[in-house]
């Protein structure tokens, strides 16, 4: 656009030059550009670079309460690294958080995807029931947490006494046995993942022309074969997004399982969300805390390096 | 498409975004650093729920009027106490007094973020030996109780009388009565394990009434305390759910009649007193072989004053400290709360006014501090401890469990 003003007839630029100078015009064109841009700019290097910045220097800092008061922290070089790497519980963190992350996004995207396109055909309750699946979307995740540790309590637990009615045997330790609790925890989290899945696959599948599908038809393709080459490849776009956005949220995960499980029995569900928490605010070791978070925080990176690549292929 | 007063319009907002980025910064680099009122003092607490925010109100009103000041409450969950007091430190905006629970200040006074409260003119008069240790990191004493909670046995009456079992005083009778109290979809007995403190808090009377201690977590009085609670879910007298039951999780089952007995701490009485059906009495926690001393963990918040720097605003807060904890005040919040007052003269009074609640103020006579001889350590000890009796409740040997918790507790983790 700036291009077109710049190559105007120059007749014209000594008419009027006192009133629009072109060279002045751009500066405040510029000008007012970056002005838009600005309140972004400053909020974003406030609110997310200097943390991030902050994060990373610290985790190489002895930072401690007494760090609050004196305002000092010494570097410590590797100190903290090397901690939190030695520490057994890192590793045993870092395998729940990697079983933990890709048992719910299979789990969220499976049956998000199977619900999505079975909304897709017309029959009656459709809409209702479509939007009473979006239900455990609206309950904030605490409030899920506390009622599912109701559900799955052991003796008390509904899941467990329909289990016993319906004869399947009850007194299953979903919460309570260490090899249990993981696979619990990931359940929880399918069912709170599934209607996130199931909206977005369901608007990608509303996109695809419905001639593609009369076409396959005429052909003579299989359901599957449909699905295989007519569905999910044009609904690429949307399952990339939607697994890395499912990714971002699920990897960080803390809330659910601090009110399910508080990272027990037996360390059984720390995660390194919610081992980043205990360092930092439980045993106030911010130095440490700030180490898994990096860790994190590292790992998210990676793939929001794919979601924008993904973006940028769909741009083109 | 026509551009009418392109450029003066661009200018204009040009200001506008400019001047409202600067603001944004503005609004976030000002937040922190606000200045104290002169006549306003404040009191940060936990005391979140309805009921504690509305007795402290009360007491804080009373102490305003006495003391010719404006005195503000600002109540933040107790999980956060710490943490915000911390960020205030840092921003130099401390409030005046606050309230503690007692196993963290340590941690705040080795930061050195509190101030002597002798040498701000308060007295430790008629307060028992063990509150004021309670109060005090290595020997200064930080924090003032108004009063102080331990944990009890809680049994539900009309269970016992129909059953024609007595109270249980040692570990032997608890076992056995639990086994006979345990039938249908009841359970003999009902505790915390849970993976947070309140699980650490319910194991620390059977660590220490068998002499066990949180210095050695290996040793064999700690790993017997633990096979005990694990002989109590072998019978089947407790549930295996204790692993990930809160103590507000014991009480729903206590209420629930789905445990004839409990162990939970006088907070619940509030709950408890809600069913109007549940006839519950109290006893001291059973010891290993009778005539030996129960002791339970000393619970409860602390009063302390931070270093505002203010000298003058210190002693005020001293003051307020003092009219919070006076005689009276503690009174009329044991009354409230159900804990026993610090201060030996009040807990007179109040034991006869509730003599039902003897049990629980013999409980605290012989309770002990958490932090007593770890200090500022506690976190990382409760932390191991919770891990390894959770693992040994779930299958591990107790030796195993708590020679790991031992290591863990001592590399600093």
Known sequence: ?316 | MPRPRRGRRGRSTTAALTACSALVAGAALTGCGAGRDPGVFTVLNSSTDASYHGWDAATLKRCSTKLGLTIEQQSVPAAQVMQKSLRMASSKSLPDVIQFDASETPTFAEAGGLVDLRSLGLSTKDIPKGIVDFGSYKGTYYGAARTVNTLALFYNKDILKKAGLEVPTTWDEMRETSKKLTQGSQYGIALSAGGAEDGVFQFAPFMWSNGGDETNLAGPKVAAALDYWKGLIKDGSLSRSTVNWTQADVNDQFMAGNAAMMINGPWQVETLNTKKNLHWGIARIPVPSSGEKSVGPLGGAVLTVPKTGDTGRQKTAAKIIRCMSSEREQITYARNSWMVPANEKAAATWRKEVPELDALADQVATARSRTAKVGARWSSVSLALQSAFQSALTGQSSEAALKKAQTRATSGN
């Open chain 1, 1 to 316: 656009m700036s291009t077109t003003t710049a190559t105007a007839p120059s007749v014209q630029r000594t008419a009027v030059q006192k009133k629009t100078d072109p060279a002045r015009a751009r500066r405040r064109r510029r000008l007012s550009q970056w002005g838009f841009i600005a309140p972004a700019v400053v909020f974003m290097l406030l609110f997310f670079g200097y943390p991030l910045v902050r994060n990373v220097v610290m985790s190489f800092q002895d930072f401690s309460p007494s760090t609050f008061f004196d305002g000092k922290s010494p570097f410590n070089g590797t100190d903290n690294w090397s901690k939190v790497f030695h520490d057994d519980l890192f590793g045993k963190a870092l395998w729940h958080t990697i079983v933990f992350t890709i048992g719910s996004l299979i789990g969220q995207f499976g049956i998000g995807l199977a619900l999505a396109v079975f909304f897709t055909k017309r029959f009656p309750l459709n809409g209702f029931l479509r939007s009473l699946i979006l239900l455990p979307w609206l309950v904030p995740m605490v409030v899920s947490g506390i009622v599912w540790r109701r559900i799955l309590d052991q003796d008390t637990g509904v899941l467990n006494s329909f289990a016993e009615t319906i004869g399947l045997g009850g007194a299953t330790p979903w919460l309570t046995s260490p090899g249990m609790a993981l696979f619990s925890v990931v359940m929880v989290n399918i069912w709170i993942g599934i209607p996130f899945n199931m909206v977005i696959l369901y608007g990608g599948l509303q996109e695809i022309p419905k001639e593609l599908y009369e076409a396959s038809s005429l052909d003579g393709a299989s359901a599957w074969r449909t699905f295989r080459s007519i569905t999910l490849p044009l609904l690429k776009p949307v399952i990339t997004v939607v697994l890395v956005l499912g990714f971002m949220s699920t990897v960080k995960i803390l809330d659910l399982i601090l009110a399910l499980t508080d990272g027990g029995p037996a360390d059984a569900t720390q995660t390194l969300g919610t081992l980043t928490y205990q360092n930092s605010f439980v045993q106030l070791d911010f130095g440490a805390g700030a180490v898994v978070g990096n860790v994190l925080i590292l790992i998210s990176a990676v793939f929001a390096v794919f979601y924008l690549r993904a973006n940028r292929s769909e741009g083109k």
